[in-house]
Protein backbone atom coordinates (compact mmCIF):
# COMPACT_ATOMS: atom_id res chain seq x y z
CA UNK A 1 0.00 0.00 0.00
CA UNK A 2 1.59 3.79 -0.99
CA UNK A 3 0.21 6.29 1.64
CA UNK A 4 1.02 9.71 -0.07
CA UNK A 5 -0.20 13.34 1.22
CA UNK A 6 -0.04 16.81 0.23
CA UNK A 7 -1.04 20.01 1.68
CA UNK A 8 -4.23 23.02 0.79
CA UNK A 9 -4.73 25.86 1.39
CA UNK A 10 -8.64 26.38 2.83
CA UNK A 11 -10.78 28.98 4.07
CA UNK A 12 -10.49 27.09 7.50
CA UNK A 13 -6.81 26.84 7.43
CA UNK A 14 -4.41 24.46 5.69
CA UNK A 15 -5.82 20.99 4.99
CA UNK A 16 -3.54 17.74 4.61
CA UNK A 17 -5.37 15.01 2.30
CA UNK A 18 -3.88 11.67 2.78
CA UNK A 19 -4.78 8.73 0.37
CA UNK A 20 -3.76 4.83 0.10
CA UNK A 21 -4.03 3.74 -3.62
CA UNK A 22 -5.85 6.01 -4.78
CA UNK A 23 -8.45 6.42 -1.51
CA UNK A 24 -8.86 9.49 0.89
CA UNK A 25 -7.75 7.59 4.24
CA UNK A 26 -7.71 11.10 6.20
CA UNK A 27 -8.08 14.85 6.43
CA UNK A 28 -6.06 16.54 9.12
CA UNK A 29 -6.63 20.04 9.75
CA UNK A 30 -3.94 22.05 11.39
CA UNK A 31 -4.29 22.25 14.95
CA UNK A 32 -2.33 23.46 17.54
CA UNK A 33 -0.32 21.00 19.19
CA UNK A 34 -1.01 18.03 17.33
CA UNK A 35 0.91 17.36 13.99
CA UNK A 36 0.50 13.97 12.20
CA UNK A 37 3.12 11.43 12.48
CA UNK A 38 5.01 11.37 9.05
CA UNK A 39 4.54 7.38 8.87
CA UNK A 40 0.59 8.41 9.08
CA UNK A 41 1.14 10.94 5.95
CA UNK A 42 3.21 9.18 3.52
CA UNK A 43 5.16 10.88 1.04
CA UNK A 44 4.40 13.93 -0.30
CA UNK A 45 2.85 13.58 -3.69
CA UNK A 46 0.87 16.85 -5.10
CA UNK A 47 -0.79 14.88 -7.92
CA UNK A 48 -1.85 12.11 -6.10
CA UNK A 49 -4.95 13.92 -4.27
CA UNK A 50 -5.39 16.25 -7.43
CA UNK A 51 -9.21 15.44 -7.42
CA UNK A 52 -9.44 15.87 -3.49
CA UNK A 53 -7.85 19.62 -3.54
CA UNK A 54 -10.17 20.09 -6.41
CA UNK A 55 -13.60 18.99 -4.94
CA UNK A 56 -12.00 20.42 -1.80
CA UNK A 57 -11.75 23.92 -3.60
CA UNK A 58 -15.11 23.34 -5.29
CA UNK A 59 -16.71 22.79 -1.60
CA UNK A 60 -15.51 26.12 -0.25
CA UNK A 61 -15.93 27.94 -3.17
CA UNK A 62 -19.91 26.72 -2.90
CA UNK A 63 -20.02 25.25 -6.57
CA UNK A 64 -19.62 21.45 -5.09
CA UNK A 65 -22.43 20.05 -2.46
CA UNK A 66 -21.19 16.48 -2.64
CA UNK A 67 -18.04 14.88 -2.75
CA UNK A 68 -17.33 12.08 -5.73
CA UNK A 69 -14.22 10.27 -3.63
CA UNK A 70 -13.32 6.86 -2.89
CA UNK A 71 -13.34 6.62 0.73
CA UNK A 72 -11.39 4.37 3.24
CA UNK A 73 -11.51 5.50 6.52
CA UNK A 74 -10.34 3.15 9.54
CA UNK A 75 -12.73 2.48 12.16
CA UNK A 76 -14.49 0.19 14.36
CA UNK A 77 -17.66 -0.97 13.04
CA UNK A 78 -19.87 1.40 14.86
CA UNK A 79 -17.54 4.37 14.07
CA UNK A 80 -18.19 2.95 10.25
CA UNK A 81 -21.92 3.31 10.50
CA UNK A 82 -21.90 6.77 11.96
CA UNK A 83 -19.66 7.70 9.57
CA UNK A 84 -21.70 6.00 6.53
CA UNK A 85 -24.89 7.77 8.60
CA UNK A 86 -23.24 11.54 8.03
CA UNK A 87 -22.12 10.85 4.73
CA UNK A 88 -25.98 11.03 3.97
CA UNK A 89 -27.06 14.03 5.83
CA UNK A 90 -27.94 16.40 3.01
CA UNK A 91 -25.76 19.57 2.21
CA UNK A 92 -26.77 22.41 4.30
CA UNK A 93 -28.85 20.46 6.76
CA UNK A 94 -28.19 19.10 10.09
CA UNK A 95 -28.85 16.00 12.35
CA UNK A 96 -28.62 16.11 16.10
CA UNK A 97 -26.50 13.15 17.65
CA UNK A 98 -30.07 11.43 19.12
CA UNK A 99 -31.16 11.33 15.74
CA UNK A 100 -28.24 9.25 14.30
CA UNK A 101 -28.35 7.22 17.39
CA UNK A 102 -31.85 6.64 16.14
CA UNK A 103 -31.22 5.64 12.65
CA UNK A 104 -28.73 3.35 14.20
CA UNK A 105 -31.72 1.29 15.74
CA UNK A 106 -30.72 2.11 19.73
CA UNK A 107 -31.57 6.11 21.23
CA UNK A 108 -29.52 5.33 23.89
CA UNK A 109 -26.12 5.54 22.05
CA UNK A 110 -25.88 9.36 21.24
CA UNK A 111 -22.50 9.52 23.16
CA UNK A 112 -21.39 6.80 21.13
CA UNK A 113 -22.49 8.66 18.17
CA UNK A 114 -20.63 11.54 19.34
CA UNK A 115 -17.31 9.47 20.23
CA UNK A 116 -17.59 8.47 16.78
CA UNK A 117 -18.02 12.12 15.16
CA UNK A 118 -14.99 12.97 17.54
CA UNK A 119 -12.65 10.26 15.54
CA UNK A 120 -13.75 10.98 12.13
CA UNK A 121 -11.05 11.10 9.90
CA UNK A 122 -12.41 13.16 7.24
CA UNK A 123 -14.00 16.01 8.01
CA UNK A 124 -15.28 18.01 5.65
CA UNK A 125 -15.74 15.30 3.20
CA UNK A 126 -17.58 13.22 5.69
CA UNK A 127 -19.59 15.97 7.09
CA UNK A 128 -19.36 15.36 11.08
CA UNK A 129 -20.18 19.44 11.09
CA UNK A 130 -23.51 18.86 9.86
CA UNK A 131 -23.89 17.00 13.77
CA UNK A 132 -25.28 19.33 16.68
CA UNK A 133 -26.72 18.93 20.11
CA UNK A 134 -30.26 17.88 20.27
CA UNK A 135 -31.45 21.53 20.70
CA UNK A 136 -30.06 22.59 17.53
CA UNK A 137 -26.61 23.92 19.17
CA UNK A 138 -22.60 23.56 18.03
CA UNK A 139 -21.14 20.85 19.95
CA UNK A 140 -18.28 18.80 19.82
CA UNK A 141 -16.05 19.14 16.55
CA UNK A 142 -12.49 18.18 16.53
CA UNK A 143 -11.48 21.64 14.45
CA UNK A 144 -12.62 23.86 16.95
CA UNK A 145 -16.28 25.80 16.77
CA UNK A 146 -15.58 28.31 14.82
CA UNK A 147 -14.76 26.46 11.64
CA UNK A 148 -17.82 24.23 12.34
CA UNK A 149 -19.88 27.11 12.35
CA UNK A 150 -17.83 28.07 8.95
CA UNK A 151 -19.18 25.16 7.24
CA UNK A 152 -22.23 25.16 8.42
CA UNK A 153 -22.67 28.75 7.25
CA UNK A 154 -21.24 28.41 3.66
CA UNK A 155 -23.43 25.65 3.36
CA UNK A 156 -26.21 28.01 4.30
CA UNK A 157 -24.98 30.86 2.23
CA UNK A 158 -24.71 28.77 -1.00
CA UNK A 159 -28.05 27.44 -0.62
CA UNK A 160 -29.74 30.43 -0.74
CA UNK A 161 -27.96 31.36 -4.08
CA UNK A 162 -30.05 28.74 -5.83
Known amino acids: MTRTHTV?????GPLTPVTEDGALVALFMELPGRT???????????ASS???VRQLGEYFSGERTAFDLLLRPSGNELQLAVWRLMA???????????????QLGDRT????????CGRNPL?????????????GSLVGFGGGLPRKRFLLDLEQRAQRLF
Open 50 to 52: ADV
Open 109 to 116: LAQAVGAA
Open 36 to 46: PDAAVLGQRDD
Open 123 to 135: PVVVPCHRVVGAD
Open 8 to 12: TGSPI
Open 88 to 102: EIPYGETRSYGALAR
